[in-house]
C-alpha cells in the first residue's frame, strides 16, 4: 500500500512539473506573473502548485524573473560559505542547502512561508557579521 500511495504521488507530481513547465514554455522570456500562473495552472486541475518552486519561478517570471532568483541563491550562497570560512557558523549554509533541495518538491511559492522566513534569517545572519566586522574595523 505505501509504495502504492509513492508511487502515485510521484506521478501526480511529474505531471504537475509538466504542466509547469508548459507554462514556461508559452511565455520563456518574461513569464505569466503570479496571478497568470494561478489563472493558467488551475485550468484543469484540482491542484494549485507545481510543487517545484524553481519551476514555478521559471513559469512565473520566465527566463528573466528565475536568472535574478538564481542570482539571489547564488548570493545567499556566497555569503553564508564566506561566513562559514571566516567563523566556523555552518548554520546558515545548513538551512540554505536544506531549503534549496526542499524548493524541488516544495509546494507552491505563495505557501512556502517558512522558506521566506529561513532566508531571512540566513540574509540577517550574514547581515549581522558584516555588522560586526565593520565595528571591529572602526
Same mark, same amino acid.
Given at each position: ?71 539571489? +541563491? ?5 555569503? $553564508?560559505?564566506? =561566513?562559514? &570560512?571566516?567563523?566556523? *557558523? @555552518? /548554520? ?24 521566506? +522566513? ?5 540574509? $540577517?545572519?550574514? =547581515?549581522? &557579521?558584516?555588522?560586526? *566586522? @565593520? /565595528?571591529?574595523?572602526?
Amino acid at each position: 500500500l505505501q509504495y502504492s500511495i509513492e508511487n502515485k504521488s510521484i506521478g501526480i507530481r511529474e505531471e504537475l512539473w509538466r504542466k509547469t513547465y508548459s507554462i514556461f514554455k508559452e511565455y520563456p522570456i518574461t513569464g505569466v506573473g503570479y496571478s497568470g500562473f494561478d489563472v493558467m495552472f488551475s485550468r484543469g486541475t484540482q491542484y494549485t502548485s507545481g510543487h517545484n518552486i524553481y519551476l514555478e519561478f521559471l513559469a512565473m517570471g520566465g527566463i528573466v524573473g528565475f536568472m535574478l532568483f538564481a542570482y539571489f +541563491l547564488y548570493l545567499q550562497a556566497k555569503d $553564508s560559505w564566506i =561566513l562559514f &570560512r571566516k567563523t566556523g *557558523e @555552518y /548554520i546558515s549554509l545548513n538551512l540554505l542547502v536544506v531549503v534549496m533541495i526542499e524548493m524541488s518538491k516544495s509546494v507552491g511559492i505563495q505557501q512556502t512561508n517558512t522558506m521566506w +522566513l529561513i532566508f531571512a534569517v540566513i540574509i $540577517s545572519k550574514v =547581515l549581522y &557579521r558584516r555588522e560586526e *566586522e @565593520y /565595528i571591529a574595523e572602526q
